[in-house]
């Protein structure tokens, strides 16, 4: 079965500076894509990047990028720049079928 | 354009009793989910629907169900209510059903069970 393990519980970060969330996950498949989805205190889920596994190339959306090592099967956010309305809870999915499977989350803090 | 609509945002219910949510997909999407939200079990994968049909479903018993109508909305449901169904129940809708599709969340239904 698939899983996918976040392995930080709650990180902090200061405004401005850089923060790295973890995520490893396990699969049998070649072919699959990854989400990292951001939850505010507001509850909806926003989809922050995808990675497809075929790419090589590592994911970017402005301040947000990714660290993919498919052999290693990890997929780890890096958000640069830090901003306040950055702080939520973090999820790190994978696509299995048609449905996505969570990892349990990681609280972001931004201190001021 | 309007975003996925759940609606009510949050409902309280008694054991034993039934409950209906509604999930007004973005215009145009065609494919809904649903994933329910718990502090233990964390996010967790119902069922899918695309084009009125269910495409895919969780590991969840028989209690939940779900369907789609013609313009694409969607209700699920959950009938004999137990404490455990508190939750926030989130849907999701993308253009077609796929695994590289963009979901697009709404801002949930929380449901306690009393």
């Known amino acids: 079965a698939q899983t996918v393990t976040q392995s930080q519980p709650e990180m902090s970060v200061q405004e401005a500076e850089t923060v790295t969330l973890s995520c490893t996950y396990d699969?049998?498949?070649?072919?699959?894509?990854l989400f990292w989805y951001k939850q505010p205190p507001s509850r909806q889920m926003i989809l922050v990047i995808r990675q497809e596994a075929y790419k090589q190339q590592n994911a970017t959306e402005n301040r947000f990028s990714v660290n993919f090592q498919k052999a290693a099967k990890s997929f780890s956010l890096k958000i640069s720049d830090s901003q306040l309305g950055d702080a939520a809870m973090y999820f790190c999915a994978y696509v299995s079928g048609n449905k996505l499977v969570f990892g349990a989350g990681t609280i972001l803090r931004v201190k001021s | 354009k309007a975003g996925v609509t759940q609606t009510p945002r949050y409902l309280i219910k008694t054991r034993g009793q039934q409950v209906t949510l509604s999930c007004s997909p973005i215009s145009g999407h065609r494919s809904v989910s649903w994933y329910q939200q718990t502090p233990g079990q964390g996010l967790q994968f119902l069922f899918e629907y695309f084009s009125e049909t269910q495409r895919n479903k969780g590991n969840f018993p028989g209690r939940f169900s779900g369907r789609q109508f013609s313009n694409s909305r969607s209700e699920m449901n959950v009938s004999t209510l137990e404490l455990g169904d508190s939750a926030l129940y989130l849907c999701?809708?993308?253009?077609?059903?796929?695994?590289?599709?963009?979901?697009?969340f709404g801002s949930g239904t929380q449901l306690s069970v009393l």
């Open positions: 699969t049998s498949e070649s072919d699959y894509y």
């Open positions: 999701a809708s993308s253009l077609v059903s796929g695994r590289n599709e963009k979901l697009f």
